[in-house]
């Protein structure tokens, strides 16, 4: 009690104080950061290895598709049709004699998938009186990925019709044709949304582990009591806090946004301005999260446990990065409100992709500002009434 | 040699259980993350909004719009009449896809010539849009289909006829679920597991452990059963939840799934104890689990193939116990996987395993500060 009426009083003796408070602690901050090289490694080395790694090793273009190519009578039709197969990125044929063979292949996951032309498709073919079976089976497990194959295969069925037709001198087959433009990614290259979703992932990562870790082993020690009987106010504390990391992960941020346009290619079609103004809301509710859960936890192995269970797999699943939100049942996008990242996400694949669009930018830059103010409040207020 | 490696357990169980807050996040979280995951991690769309383009406000292009607003998966927002809408309506996400449908469409498609159906779709996310690609190409299939019966129109050449294997309507969450019991049981044992000798060694207790008759043996056994018996309890109840909440289909048989599930806990405790043994701090063993695990889980296979990774990281994958697990839980639930089918994924974890528990082992006694 006393030292909270100590702490109002020095609080109202004006800012200089506080400035000098404040400095000194953010020194004193310093000087550990120093002395303890890890939480350089976490805010430099870490998000560069895991932008790296993640960066190549994250991909959802399905290319080079092993599949099995069952010719039971080969023709020139069967040969054209093949040819397309083999010469598209898309897909790497197996030929092999017998379906009996390719469902071995498919179930051992060998191949991914079989085209099958039966004995007779060369003469239905040609009589002409009924379409020709081509026949496909594909590994289903992995949903998504036979979704793209299957769309592969429909793309090179309708070009290779369309140029049957045009060989034997007959009109478009299909009465209507899809002509399709995908914006912003026209070659539709999933690194372009998947590395800047992944800079979010990797820094809430960071910004967790900086503050959670850091500031619970405080506790622990019983360090921040010993800061706490000083005249030095919360706020201070937690500003001074904040401040060292904040500057740290500022430069991690950097260093990995640094990389997702030189090293992965992505296009920064927005202001870099937007960019790092709106890295920096995000950072900041990112230590503020970090900053929460330790001063809730106060002990490090519970807050290690909290920063792994509430950052990572929420931002990795629930932000949008790769799964779309409105697609979510209602409740769980409630949910999503709260994940800093999905903001953040949201304005990256925005100003990277699509440039300054300030009706996407605004209202997700108020969301991290809210979020930051939260966070930071809630820290704070937690803080204080532990002291009592 | 049993009552001393019990009375560890017993310790170690203690020392897990007796602080609520540590007693929460073991149990609590794993349940209400399959819950929220499982219903959030899909890659199926629903109510994809979209706007229309129509400049021939015909029979004909009329019936198709309304093949997509009636489907549950689109959601018609607006009609649209000039083309300076567009940009906005995308630019801004109100739409993920406008559908123009040009002032010849009927006419082309009376006479007989063949038309054009343009789509805009919002590629922000490449993969949302090659998803909406596809459903739309589905729609439109069909729209072909029937006016070519309908209308005499002759039929193509050569028809394609695609089937599913082992997930005939490729529904998402049949994939994504199974994989969550491997993710989510892999961060409870590493957990578990991570800080554990972590823990004792910065607090001291562990050097009192060193001097007690147990022998190193007994030690890494009374360490890792502890979650092992977390992990195996915690796996069954997810993999129910997987069953019997999320209805995915369980074909194969239970052998082969807990013969991958006792390997891979074996694993994952070996990499976790492993950690938790080369930490001198807490703080040292949190990191190592967090170093071990976000790559582990972003490279398992979980969401993205492991095929579409360059080489490199492919090997280092290998490296990775989780992916073989994924191949296991996947293969038994959908696949029908025997056990002879799984040996190329079993062994791997159980080399893994043997290999860092032993050095785990050796930790316990040559790591000091």
């Not at chain 1, 959802?60 to 069952?70: G, M």
């Not at chain 2, 994924?326 to 996987?337: H, Q, W």
Request: aromatic content about 10%.
């Amino acid at each position: 009690m006393n030292n909270k009426e100590q702490g109002k009083n020095l609080n109202q003796s004006g800012s200089g104080a506080t400035a000098m408070r404040l400095r000194g602690i953010v020194r004193k901050e310093f000087l550990q950061i120093m002395r303890d090289p890890s939480s350089i490694a976490i805010a430099f080395l870490m998000p560069v290895l895991l932008l790296l790694l993640f960066g190549y090793g994250v991909s959802l273009d399905a290319e080079h598709v092993p599949v099995a190519v069952v010719v039971e009578h080969s023709s020139v039709h069967t040969a054209s049709l093949t040819a397309k197969f083999s010469t598209s990125r898309y897909f790497e044929p197996v030929f092999i004699t017998s379906l009996q063979e390719a469902k071995q292949a498919l179930i051992n996951h060998k191949v991914d998938g079989i085209i099958y032309l039966k004995s007779d498709f060369s003469r239905i073919l040609k009589t002409g009186y009924e379409p020709a079976p081509i026949q496909v089976i594909l590994n289903g497990v992995d949903s998504n990925t036979a979704r793209l194959v299957s769309g592969y295969v429909q793309g090179i069925w309708a070009t290779w019709i369309e140029e049957l037709a045009r060989e034997q001198g007959s009109r478009a087959s299909m009465p209507v044709n899809l002509q399709h433009r995908i914006w912003f990614n026209s070659q539709v290259r999933s690194q372009n949304f998947l590395v800047p979703g992944l800079v979010a992932v990797i820094m809430t990562l960071i910004g967790a582990l900086l503050t959670a870790m850091i500031v619970s082993r405080e506790w622990e020690r019983g360090t921040m009591e010993a800061l706490m009987s000083t005249p030095v106010a919360i706020r201070e504390i937690l500003l001074g806090k904040i401040i060292p990391y904040f500057v740290l992960g500022m430069g991690g941020m950097l260093l990995t946004v640094a990389l997702t346009v030189w090293l992965f290619d992505v296009p920064l079609r927005g202001s870099f301005w937007i960019l790092v103004s709106t890295s920096a809301l995000f950072l900041l509710t990112a230590l503020g999260m970090g900053l929460f859960i330790s001063t809730i936890a106060r002990n490090q192995f519970i807050a290690g446990q909290a920063a792994i269970i509430v950052t990572f797999l929420p931002a990795f699943l629930l932000s949008g990065f790769i799964f779309d939100i409105e697609s979510m049942p209602a409740l769980v996008q409630a949910i999503t409100h709260i994940i800093a990242a999905r903001y953040f996400i949201m304005i990256l694949q925005t100003v990277f992709l699509a440039g300054n669009v300030w009706s996407v930018i605004i209202p997700n830059a108020f969301a991290l500002l809210v979020l930051a103010i939260i966070f930071l409040g809630l820290s704070r207020f937690k803080s204080y009434k532990r002291l009592d | 040699m049993w009552r001393r490696v019990i009375a560890l357990i017993k310790k170690e169980f203690l020392a897990l259980m007796k602080d609520k807050k540590s007693r929460l996040t073991i149990i609590i979280p794993p349940i209400l993350q399959l819950l929220i995951f499982g219903y959030a991690a899909t890659y199926d769309l629903e109510r994809v909004r979209f706007a229309v383009y129509d400049e021939d406000r015909s029979h004909a292009s009329r019936d198709l719009i309304s093949r997509f607003s009636c489907s549950p998966t689109f959601h018609l927002v607006s009609h649209i009449t000039r083309d300076e809408h567009i940009a906005p309506l995308i630019d801004n996400k109100n739409v993920l896809l406008i559908i123009r449908i040009g002032p010849q469409f009927s006419r082309d498609l009376l006479t007989g010539r063949g038309t054009d159906l343009q789509v805009i779709i919002d590629g922000r996310n490449s993969n949302t849009a090659l998803i909406v690609l596809n459903y739309v190409r589905t729609i439109l299939t069909d729209f072909n289909m029937d006016w070519m019966a309908r209308h005499n129109w002759p039929t193509p050449p050569a028809n394609l006829y695609i089937r599913s294997w082992y997930n005939e309507n490729l529904e998402s969450r049949w994939f994504i679920v199974p994989g969550i019991v491997g993710l989510l049981t892999l961060v409870v044992t590493m957990l578990v597991t991570a800080l554990s000798v972590a823990r004792e060694r910065e607090q001291g207790t562990f050097d009192q452990l060193l001097v007690t008759p147990l022998r190193p043996f007994e030690l890494l056994l009374g360490k890792a059963l502890p979650g092992f018996i977390i992990g195996i309890v915690e796996a069954t109840l997810i993999i129910l939840i997987a069953m019997f909440w999320f209805d995915i289909p369980l074909r194969g048989n239970l052998l082969a799934l807990y013969i991958g599930l006792v390997l891979f806990l074996l694993s994952a405790i070996g990499v976790g104890l492993m950690i938790s043994s080369l930490a001198l701090t807490q703080q040292q063993g949190l990191m190592g689990a967090f170093i071990f695990l976000v790559p582990s889980v972003i490279l398992s296979g979980f969401t993205t193939p492991i095929a579409n990774m360059p080489v490199l990281v492919q090997k280092l994958t290998l490296f990775n116990p989780l992916r073989y697990f994924m191949v296991v839980i996947r293969g038994v639930f959908l696949e029908e996987a025997p056990v002879t089918v799984l040996l190329d994924q079993y062994w791997p974890m159980a080399l893994i395993g043997s290999i860092t528990m032993l050095t785990a082992a050796w930790f316990f006694r040559h790591r000091t500060t």
